[in-house]
């Protein structure tokens, strides 16, 4: 059996955001010793790792919550969880491409800089022109 700050030491998580995903209903509510310190065990531990590993790919937490259900219920067909898993790849696709976008932009404000006056900044010339901003869905959050 494992303390809640061994859990979080064996997975790379920390305690708050363990206490967190208890209460969002992610991780069971852990047994308790006489004192009232929870207490985990590997069930807790495999679950806290696929939760982790999860969240390292990007999947959304309701996205997690649909692939942990389909793992609880082994007989379910594995297309439901292949559908979430290619649902996450376009996600990270169309990200991929705001940032290759983003970074053939950045490369051309700096490779257009000639080192000059602040006044003849290419840089600053470009992010003054709001013409051709990223709207705010289009914003890159990484």
């Known amino acids: 059996m494992l303390t809640i700050g061994n859990l979080a030491k064996k997975t790379g998580t920390k305690v708050q955001t363990i206490r967190y995903y208890e209460q ?12 009232g310190q929870r207490r985990y065990g590997e069930a807790e531990l495999d679950r806290l790792s696929f939760i982790r590993h999860s969240r390292q790919l990007g999947f959304s937490l309701d996205a997690i919550r649909e692939l942990l259900d389909l793992g609880d219920h082994p007989d379910r067909p594995c297309q439901e969880a292949d559908t979430i898993a290619r649902r996450q790849l376009k996600q990270v696709e169309r990200r991929m491409a705001r940032l290759e976008a983003l970074q053939t932009e950045l490369r051309r404000m700096v490779r257009e800089c000639s080192g000059g006056r602040t006044a003849d900044c290419r840089v600053l010339e470009v992010l003054r022109d709001h013409s051709e901003c990223l709207t705010d869905h289009e914003e890159i959050g990484v």
């Open 24 to 35: 969002i209903g992610l991780m069971p509510e852990p047994g308790r010793t006489e004192g």
